[in-house]
C-alpha cells in the first residue's frame, strides 16, 4: 500500500485558513488522492480527492504538488465545527490498490 | 438520499451469542465495505463486497461473518467472539471500486462483548 505522512496535529484559530500537508512520495501514477474527516463520536466523512489538477469543493481545497509527492487540505476559514481527524489516503485504480487504507491522520484544533 | 444506515447503533453481546449488524444503502453503490475502529485509533479494512462477491478479506478472523444479500444490504454476523472485538463498526458504500470513488460512511455500530 502506498503511505502517506502527516502531522499529527494541528492548530487552527476560527475564521482562520488552514493548510493540512501530506506527503506520499511513493504515489503511483493511478494513485488518486482522498482526504476524509472523522468528528468526534461519527463515521468518516468525505472531504475531496484529486489526481493531479487542483481541486475545489464547498467544503475545502486540494493543492497537488507537480510531482505529486504531496498535497495540502485548505480549509478556507476554519470554524469549531472543523475540530476533527483527517486522514490523508492513496486510492489506487484497481484490485487491492483500490483499498481506502487509513493512517494516523492529522487531530485538527480549533480555537475561539 | 446519501445515507449509509447501520444497525444496531450499540449492540451488547456475550462471548457465546451470535448476532448481526446490519448496513443498508439506497443511493445504488455496487460496492461496499466494512471497517472496524478501535478507540483512538483510524479504521481498519476488513472486507470489500463488489456486485454482491467478496472481492477482499483482509484476514479477518472466522468469528466475523460477512454477507451481502443484495446491492442494497450488507450484514456481519458475528458469533463468539473476543472482549477484544470490542469496537466501532463502520460501513461504507462508493459507486465504484476504483480510485475516483468517494466512500460514504455510516455513523457505526458500536459493539461491547462481555
Known amino acids: 500500500d502506498a503511505k502517506t505522512t502527516q502531522p499529527n496535529s494541528m492548530e487552527s484559530n476560527e475564521e482562520e485558513p488552514v493548510h493540512l500537508p501530506c506527503n506520499h512520495s511513493?504515489?503511483?501514477?493511478?494513485?488518486?488522492i482522498h482526504w476524509y474527516r472523522q468528528l468526534p463520536s461519527q463515521g468518516p466523512e468525505y472531504v475531496i480527492h484529486?489526481?493531479?489538477s487542483n481541486v475545489n469543493n464547498r467544503m475545502a481545497s486540494l493543492a497537488i504538488a507537480e510531482d505529486r509527492k504531496s498535497s495540502t487540505l485548505i480549509l478556507h476559514r476554519a470554524t469549531l465545527r472543523d475540530a476533527a481527524v483527517y486522514y490523508c489516503?492513496?486510492?489506487?485504480?484497481?484490485?487491492?490498490?483500490?483499498?481506502?487504507?487509513f493512517g494516523t491522520g492529522t487531530r485538527l484544533q480549533v480555537t475561539l | 438520499d446519501t445515507e449509509v444506515t447501520q444497525t444496531p447503533k450499540h449492540l451488547v453481546m456475550g462471548m457465546t451469542n451470535k448476532k448481526s449488524l446490519k448496513c443498508e444503502q439506497h443511493?445504488?453503490?455496487?460496492?461496499m465495505y466494512w471497517y472496524k475502529q478501535k478507540a483512538k485509533k483510524p479504521p481498519e479494512l476488513m472486507f470489500v463486497?463488489?456486485?454482491?462477491?467478496?472481492?477482499i478479506n483482509e484476514s479477518v478472523p472466522s468469528r466475523f461473518s460477512p454477507e451481502c444479500p443484495n446491492s442494497s444490504l450488507l450484514n456481519l454476523h458475528l458469533h463468539a467472539l473476543q472482549p477484544e472485538d470490542s469496537a466501532l463498526y463502520l460501513c461504507?458504500?462508493?459507486?465504484?471500486?476504483?480510485?475516483?470513488?468517494?466512500?460514504?460512511f455510516g455513523e457505526g455500530s458500536r459493539l461491547t462483548v462481555l
Open positions: 461504507a458504500s462508493s459507486s465504484q471500486r476504483g480510485g475516483d470513488g468517494e466512500l460514504f
Open positions: 511513493t504515489i503511483s501514477g493511478t494513485d488518486y
Open positions: 484529486g489526481l493531479t
Open positions: 489516503i492513496l486510492r489506487g485504480n484497481t484490485g487491492t490498490a483500490s483499498k481506502l487504507t
Open positions: 443511493m445504488g453503490h455496487r460496492a
Open positions: 463486497y463488489s456486485y454482491e462477491k467478496l472481492s
